[in-house]
């Protein structure tokens, strides 16, 4: 393993992945996911927060266009928190945390989780440019969360 110190983000590095993910909420909150997928590789990996696996910027866009017709078509996202360490020259680990209001009811009638989503993300630096590719996004459940042996919130 390598000193971290030495692959430590930039500054600039840093607002980069913040823009993106900045970009990220906006194109969601838009709609528009030509825009969502502008920030992701070609090849990008994703699995949302009920395990569907996307490969492909493509695949992810006509998913979430599906999506944004239905269950997410009034949708807000909010963006809490981005951390990120470097995890090797021009790659970025993101852990995104958001929340989300106006989402319609899942496919089988039950209220969408209102507790907000923690992402995994890999960011990859190319030709200049910061890349996610490879997210999981995880729905947190908030009675779970509650007793978390690792929080104060949870047993102890």
């Known amino acids: 393993m390598s000193d971290p110190a030495a692959i430590a983000l930039s500054p600039d590095d840093e607002a980069a ?11 969601w909150n838009a709609h528009d996911m030509a825009a969502l997928v502008a920030d992701m590789a070609a090849d990008v990996g994703w699995i949302n927060v009920v395990g ?6 493509e695949q992810v866009r006509r998913a979430h ?3 944004h017709r239905t269950m ?10 981005l951390e990120l360490r470097a995890v090797a020259d021009g790659l970025a680990l993101g852990i995104n945390r958001t929340m989300m209001e106006g989402a319609g009811p899942t496919p089988d009638g039950r209220p969408y989780p209102a507790a907000g ?19 999981h996004n995880t729905n947190i ?8 042996p690792a929080t104060a919130a949870g047993p102890r």
């Open 141 to 148: 459940d908030a009675r779970a969360a509650a007793h978390d």
């Open 17 to 27: 992945l913040h823009a993106v993910m900045a970009r990220h909420a906006a194109a």
């Open 52 to 57: 569907m696996q996307w490969t492909g910027r």
């Open 65 to 67: 266009e599906a999506l």
């Open 72 to 81: 997410f078509a009034t949708s807000r996202l909010t963006q809490m928190s």
């Open 117 to 135: 989503s923690v992402m995994t993300l890999l960011f990859a630096r190319t030709d200049g440019a910061w890349r996610i590719v490879h997210g």
